[in-house]
């Protein structure tokens, strides 16, 4: 599969599409360095952006740069957001002429998509077989095609579940729910006690993105797939599928225990609400920590991160695997100072800082033993929550499958769509794209 396959099957009109391209170019274009400079030692990085991230990618190129001062990095820094990302990525390396791309930081789910478009040079051979299994299982397993390595992990993310623990305990809950319908229990006791119009019960991200994606796995009852595959062509798992889409909507309907606007959130949107001091729950990354314990904050020290629910008081929930992963272009120019960059940034010492200053979870189970645990949960809890995510599907077929799903879930969630409606949308447009691009499996 071609990239541009990818574009003729995505949803959304032909003019949305070419005034998002634009911007996107326009965005990104704002973020370059002015001074492009292509000597053979220069490698150009791109990758997301986060609060406080420029600050810290700058010393950690200071601290690069003093190891190897004959390369020389150029920080590109992309939207917040990780499909304007793809975006990016998208109609910059489809042309391969465009400016020097030699790095750049991959979400766990494009990873099947550009190993299929030829996109990454093979780094098997950049650490031992030792120091590959140093990583989290989940997120390494993403970077292996036909036995290769095609890009090395620099954060893992898993969802986790914030509670404002001054609330639960003076209505009487001593620790954060561990099933759906004790944290609906425990919002709606809460909610009633306050009688505060501008307290909500729970945040996450419903907004009509990747995120909501991440979410709506993370609903799911425990083993149960949201997509099977049947005859060579994929078909949504009603049986799951249905309860799950009835329980986010009773959230939002009779026990309004999510407003309505969450379905306008993505990370950062749920965060804002929840560290005003607004949600008693929220649903979300573990970047969220750090920031809700920073000075100023007005929920510091309030707070509870743990696994999120589940429907089983036994079992924890899973949150959905995410994170980001190193890749090298496969036409750079410079290969080699290219892996050096990746080695560092992926190094035990680079993960170690970024975990201590933007709060990103490392990829490395290693390092653990190495960190402060000040999570607000045990940091035992944490890696095993780490190692149990529940990944979407690695697929090169995933982006459009997952923009269509988008489209569906939130046109339900909002009621654009009856659930019948809806699953019959998602199940023509998985029929549509697995026919249109010849899934095979
Ligand atoms: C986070 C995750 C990423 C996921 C995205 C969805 O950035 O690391 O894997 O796709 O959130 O919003």
Known sequence: MTLSAWNICRNGS??????????????????????IDDSPNTVHYYQFSLPGLKSIFA???????????????????????????HQFYLTHLQSRKSAQMDVFAIDVIWMAEFVRAGLLLPVTDLYS???????????????????????????VDGGLLYSRMDLLRKYGFPSPPKTWEELVSIADTILKGENEDRLYGFVWQGRQYEGLIC????????????????????????????????????????????????????????????????????????YAWKLAQQTGSPIRGKVQVSPLPSWNSLEPGRGALGGFLLGINKDTPNPEPARQWVRFLTSEEVQIQIW??????PARKTVFSKIQGDM????????????????????????PISQ????????????????????????????RITRILSYEN
């Not at 201590?356 to 979870?361: K, V, Y």
């Not at 529940?390 to 982006?399: F, G």
């Not at 939130?410 to 998985?430: K, W």
């Open 376 to 399: 607000g949960m045990e940091m035992g809890v944490l890696m095993e929550v780490m190692e149990n995510t529940t990944p979407r599907p690695l697929n090169p077929l995933y982006i």
């Open 59 to 85: 010393e950690l190129k200071r601290q690069f740069q003093e190891k190897h001062p004959d390369i020389y990095i150029h920080i590109h820094t992309l939207p917040t957001n990780t499909d304007d990302q």
């Open 14 to 35: 032909i003019n949305l599409r070419i005034v998002a391209i634009f911007w996107f170019i326009f965005c990104a274009a704002c973020s370059f360095d002015t001074t």
């Open 404 to 431: 269509s799903m988008q489209a569906y879930i939130s046109g339900a969630l909002s009621g654009i769509y009856t659930l019948e409606e809806a699953m019959d949308r998602m199940d023509n447009d998985l029929r």
């Open 215 to 286: 979410n709506f796995i993370e609903f799911l009852p425990a083993n149960k797939e949201w997509l099977v595959a049947s005859n060579r062509t994929l078909q949504v798992n009603r049986s799951a599928v249905v309860p799950t889409l009835t329980f986010i909507r009773s959230l939002l309907s009779h026990k309004s225990v999510s407003p309505m606007s969450v379905l306008g959130m993505s990370e950062e949107e749920s965060r804002h609400v929840f560290q005003n001091g607004q949600s008693v729950f929220m649903r979300n990354w573990p």
């Open 129 to 155: 077989k030792s120091e590959w299994e140093s990583f989290f299982s989940p997120i390494l397993k993403t970077t292996l095609f036909d036995n290769r390595r095609y890009a090395v992990p620099i954060f």
């Open 356 to 361: 201590e200053q933007l709060g990103l979870t």
